[in-house]
């Protein structure tokens, strides 16, 4: 198997054969001539079914996570909807982390609990608690690691041994740590899914998901559906996530030492009560996420003293780190949790601390962000 590295430039992506363009061309035809009834020119026949410039991006995503399938789809939340229909039904279970991110939870509990799709939300680095939680009908294991926003680990192997144990399969979005930083798969995870909005664009300006399995089954009932409900990414879409992953591993590279630096300047500061990141020792699931974790990725979050009212101000303070949603772009991003990301938590078990800032550290120049987020917490 080649480096990370090469495989996010080449994977899928070798030079077209007509004109000898290295890059992959956007293919933005809704249909394609057939030779004869049935006769397909490499299988494309119609675009929400199949588009060469997607077909090199599924190739590259699999590659990356060291997959046999990937699928893209037109955004995070589609490829997770898709993946719960194809693999529940009424009276199901699935267990999913108690911070898991909004959208999810409110996709599971606003719209397929309704549809008879129960699910417990507990912590996932307790496997005691991920045991008690399993029932005859679970179907699914969801995993984050990192979590987003708390940031908290899961041991993969062990989660996919308690799964397999039960007969249910181990779903990890992967969106925080790329599969630059970990590969799920290799570690005994049935699916990883991807917001390849998120760092695999890593330039805040497409909107993507991704599913990546090596159980063929299931990717035949995942693109029937991708397929059948129709929400793929358009050809540019994927061209754009192809051009963001090809420098990937570089981008990592950077969001790690800039992550880094913020955590420990942020863990000098009075202001601050405490600070979330996998990399710092102290942290509960460090020794679980040196394991399984090339490095510990780019995103922070940390509680500051005062509670929301405090919190909202240093978001509204900084001028580097810009005060949007999402994360994982070039640039900096900070959020207030419990007010913006998470607000669907509200009021349920998964609700977040309301003192908690995250941020996006992006790749500017560290210095420029010690001083803004310093100036911003006074």
């Not at 060469?52 to 590659?63: D, G, H, M, Q």
């Not at 309301?354 to 210095?367: F, Q, T």
Request: one cysteine or more; proline letters at 4%.
């Amino acid at each position: 198997m080649t480096g990370f590295a090469t495989r996010a430039i080449h994977a899928g992506q070798d030079p077209d054969p007509h004109t000898g363009s290295v890059i992959v061309p956007i293919h933005s035809s809704s249909t394609f001539v057939q030779d004869g009834v049935g006769g397909l020119r490499e299988g494309y026949e119609y675009a929400r079914t199949a588009n060469p410039t997607r077909t090199a991006l599924e190739t590259c995503l699999a590659a990356l996570e060291v997959g046999l399938h990937g699928r893209a789809f037109a955004s995070g939340m589609a490829a997770t909807d898709v993946l719960l229909r194809a693999t529940c039904r009424p009276g199901d279970h699935i267990v999913i982390p108690d911070d898991a991110y909004g959208g999810t939870f409110r996709l599971i509990d606003k719209v397929f609990r309704h549809w008879g799709i129960e699910h417990t939300a507990v912590g996932q680095s307790d496997l005691d608690a991920v045991r008690a939680a399993m029932r005859p009908n679970t179907r699914l294991v969801w995993c984050e690691t990192p979590t987003n926003p708390l940031l908290n680990i899961a041991d993969i192997a062990a989660l996919a041994a308690v799964a397999h144990d039960s007969d249910a399969r181990l779903v990890v979005d992967n969106t925080f740590a790329t599969p630059y930083l970990q590969t799920p798969l290799t570690l005994g995870a049935d699916v990883v899914l991807h917001s390849t909005t998120k760092y695999l664009g890593g330039h805040s300006d497409v909107i993507g998901g991704a599913l990546i399995t090596d159980d063929s089954e299931l990717d035949e009932q995942v693109a029937f559906l991708q397929n059948g409900a129709g929400a793929v990414p358009g050809p540019f879409d994927a061209w754009l996530t192809l051009r963001g992953i090809k420098t990937l591993a570089v981008r990592m590279e950077r969001h790690c030492d800039n992550a880094e630096r913020v955590v420990a300047a942020l863990q000098a500061h009075q202001a601050v009560t405490s600070v979330r990141y996998p990399g710092l020792a102290t942290h509960r699931g460090h020794e679980i996420a040196a394991k399984q974790m090339r490095r510990f990725g780019g995103i922070v979050s940390f509680s500051v003293e005062g509670g929301a009212s405090a919190a909202l101000a240093v978001c509204a303070r900084t001028r580097v780190f810009t005060l949007a949603e999402s994360l994982g772009g070039v640039e900096s991003l900070i959020e207030h949790p419990g007010r913006m990301t998470h607000a669907s938590t509200a009021g349920t078990q998964l609700e977040v601390p309301a003192n908690l800032i995250r941020l996006s550290v992006g790749i500017e120049d560290a210095e420029d962000l010690l001083d803004d987020i310093l100036t911003a917490l006074g």
